[in-house]
């Protein structure tokens, strides 16, 4: 099925546009925020994950995020040195390394989620509580339209 917006054109290319705009306004917004804790936007995906989901290593994390094993180990060392997780070997297997989020870890998950929050209510006002339900539920119901191997998990 080709998606239209108009008669001779596809909804793709501006489907994709606002999907990069929206990503450029989400890491602005969240660099200039964590930027007073030396921490940008990635590394702030990377507590988020931790905080939001039973992923505890840095195998399974490279894997949710989509991002090699080397970023997210050189991500980690940053995180460390930051004081926002403490890495420990696992107790059933000395090979596995478990991460967990610190409460400086803690409170700067949230404070991302905060920022969002704000910013996108100010991005999205322009809807009604009708719109923005039927928003949600479309982006939704198109995700799980993605195979598997494009999504994070």
């Avoid at 489907?15 to 964590?34: G, M, P, V, W, Y």
Wanted: hydrophobic share 40%; aromatic share 8%.
């Amino acid at each position: 099925m080709n998606v239209k917006y108009s008669t001779n054109h596809s909804a793709l290319p501006m489907i994709i546009s606002f999907a990069d705009k929206l990503n450029s306004f989400a890491r602005t917004k969240l660099n200039k925020e964590l930027n007073c804790h030396g921490l940008k936007f990635n590394q702030w995906r990377l507590i988020n994950v931790i905080s939001n989901n039973v992923i505890h290593t840095p195998a399974k994390l490279a894997e949710e995020l989509m991002i090699e094993r080397a970023t997210v180990s050189r991500y980690l060392d940053q995180l460390e040195d930051r004081g926002c997780i403490e890495r420990s070997h696992n107790q059933f297997d000395r090979r596995v390394v478990d991460i967990k989020l610190t409460l400086k870890g803690e409170e700067i998950a949230k404070l991302g989620i905060d920022v969002m929050d704000h910013a996108y209510s100010k991005l999205f006002s322009d809807l009604t509580k009708t719109e923005n339900k039927h928003f949600i539920a479309l982006i939704t119901k198109l995700n799980k339209h993605i195979p598997e191997e494009f999504t994070s998990a």
